[in-house]
């Protein structure tokens, strides 16, 4: 998934910026405003998939990751001045406006708006709210896995801030974490939290195969509350009818576990093959990862019927 707009037209059309449509070219800000924005901001990362068989955009869990939005800015000691139901008409305008036939990502995101000169910005100061969207291809669905390395940054807990809250700002750590891996020769980092047990990846949470289980650590341990997370919770026990748990997990714990992966919206479903240098299960995706990742791309696409009603259509 692209990381960035690019200059060859990977772009939308137009943008919704605080009840209005404007034109990609017109979406401007003062140079001065950026970095104390960015700061001061929060965001949503959603994804719209297009259903060839229904020839419909399908956004999955809409409401859940809107929802999540408006928690953030109350967290942040932000103004919204738009509630859930509101932001989710926003959405379906934005993508209808832009005519999209295909996978798309949407990031809805508020921030302190204006020339603003002091870095701490106030409770009250006024915000923008924009809702950005553009093309982003499928995950791949044949992945040789993930090469992940401990960091040695400790994840930020509720008693620093609160890592539910999807703020820009609480991303800089999950950036030099994964600058940090990569000088080493990995691929990801993982987070362990201030107790030492584990947290998550730079913008995933993570699980675990254990004995049959699909384990996943707590709210508690410093992870965001994932909507993917949540999502593949649910079809394990409903749809694979397997049990499922909660729970600290200690770092060794990945070193024995049959198999371990990545959930977000961006990757979906990322094996985790080797942690630290020790194969994590036969070193190679597992088959309930695969199932999982499997069964997801066909939620979301409108594929299986009890799980209708995670599906906002476009049109």
């Known amino acids: 998934m692209p990381s960035i707009a690019t200059p060859d037209g990977n772009h939308a059309e137009v943008l919704w910026r605080n009840g209005e449509l404007v034109p990609w070219q017109e979406a401007t800000t003062h140079v001065r405003s950026v970095g104390h924005a960015s700061v001061s901001a929060v965001f949503e990362g959603v994804r719209a998939y297009w259903a060839p068989r229904d020839q419909q955009l399908f956004v999955f869990r809409l409401t859940e990751h809107l929802d999540r939005l408006v928690e953030s800015a ?40 204006g020339v603003v000169s002091e870095l701490i910005t106030s409770a009250d100061a006024p915000t923008e709210t924009v809702i950005d969207t553009w093309p982003s291809p499928p995950a791949p669905t044949e992945v040789t896995g993930a090469r992940v390395a401990t960091s040695s940054w400790r994840r930020i807990s509720d008693q620093q801030m609160s890592p539910r809250i999807k703020a820009f700002a609480n991303y800089h750590q999950a950036r030099i974490a994964a600058a940090e891996a990569r000088q080493a020769g990995y691929d990801l980092p993982l987070f362990l939290n201030e107790r030492g047990h584990v ?45 499922t748990v909660e729970r600290d997990i200690d770092r060794a714990e990945l070193a024995v576990a049959d198999e371990a992966f990545f959930l977000g919206t961006g990757w979906e479903l990322l094996p985790i093959t080797e942690v630290d240098g020790l194969l994590v299960g036969s070193g190679k995706p597992g088959p309930v990862g695969t199932e999982l990742a499997q069964a997801y791309r066909r939620v979301v696409r409108g594929e299986m019927a009890d799980y209708s009603y995670w599906l906002t259509p476009v049109r």
């Open 74 to 113: 109350r967290l942040a000691r932000l103004h919204m001045n738009w509630t859930t139901p509101e932001l989710a008409e926003a959405v379906l305008t934005v993508l209808r406006a832009n005519s999209y036939r295909a996978d798309t990502y949407i990031r809805p995101w508020t921030f302190v708006a």
């Open 199 to 243: 947290s998550e990846g730079s913008g995933a949470c993570i699980a675990l195969m254990r004995r049959g289980c699909m384990v996943t650590p707590p709210l508690s341990a410093g992870v965001l509350d994932s909507i993917t997370r949540d999502t593949m919770l649910t079809l394990a026990a409903e749809h694979l009818g397997m049990r």
